[in-house]
T-cell receptor, first 114, second 113 residues
Framework: DTAVSQTPKYLVTQMGNDKSIKCEQN?????MYWYKQDSKKFLKIMFS???????INETVPNRFSPKSPDKAHLNLHINSLELGDSAVYFC?????????????FGPGTRLTVT | EDQVTQSPEALRLQEGESSSLNCSYT??????LFWYRQDPGKGPEFLFT???AGEEKEKERLKATLTKKESFLHITAPKPEDSATYLC??????????????FGKGTKLTVNP
């Protein structure tokens, strides 16, 4: 009964490939997020969806495309993978999008591009 | 641009040795300051939210405080299971007017038995 789950946990792929990461939350939350944690450990927001509507897109390359089929799912598709995309990607969810609500994070997906 | 700086980067304590972690921030209109705990190979886990200077919150051996420029996470008589990376984040605004969390780099705490 994991609250926020991500698949896969590890992803190793070559430059130029296209890959997807899936995220699901069973908390009934309205808002979901994608974060990137790089080798320097900084955790940075990439996207946020509220009720399936994109509300944050933080200057992420067009190769990254989030998709929210419903409120419980937010997937991340990455085209033409580059070495610099190697990082840990975290999905998160919250009851709402403002500071009243804490975010619940998934276990992360470690992406390695070779 | 909103910024969060945490110090020290790493801290080693003996079990029972109390200490504090620092989070200094610059943000245009603080909407909330958050503390998270992150264990190796896992996602961050929520600890506290503070909204205004002077506010304090406690949870077991942890106590978070907030001033207008910084927050402290005080750890009293820590145990080895408190070993983790502690992340501080402030709620800022995107250019589009939405709210977003801006994280610091974290403080890696190791408590030796």
């Amino acid at each position: 009964d994991t609250a926020v789950s991500q698949t896969p946990k590890y992803l190793v792929t070559q430059m130029g490939n296209d890959k997807s990461i899936k995220c699901e939350q069973n908390l009934g939350h309205d808002t979901m997020y994608w974060y990137k944690q790089d080798s320097k450990k900084f955790l940075k927001i990439m996207f946020s969806y509220n009720n399936k509507e994109l509300i944050i897109n933080e200057t992420v390359p067009n190769r990254f495309s989030p998709k929210s089929p419903d409120k419980a799912h937010l997937n991340l598709h990455i085209n033409s993978l580059e070495l610099g995309d190697s990082a840990v990607y975290f999905c998160a969810s919250s009851q709402g999008w403002d500071s009243s609500y804490e975010q619940y994070f998934g276990p992360g997906t470690r992406l390695t591009v070779t | 641009e909103d910024q969060v700086t945490q110090s020290p980067e790493a801290l080693r304590l003996q079990e029972g040795e109390s200490s504090s972690l620092n989070c200094s921030y610059t943000v245009s209109g603080l909407r909330g300051l958050f503390w998270y705990r992150q264990d190796p190979g896992k996602g961050p886990e929520f600890l506290f939210t503070l909204y205004s200077a002077g506010e304090e919150k406690e949870k077991e051996r942890l106590k978070a405080t907030l001033t207008k420029k910084e927050s402290f996470l005080h750890i009293t008589a820590p145990k080895p299971e408190d070993s983790a990376t502690y992340l501080c984040a402030v709620q800022g605004l995107t250019q589009g007017g939405s709210e977003k969390l801006v994280f610091g780099k974290g403080t890696k705490l190791t408590v030796n038995p």
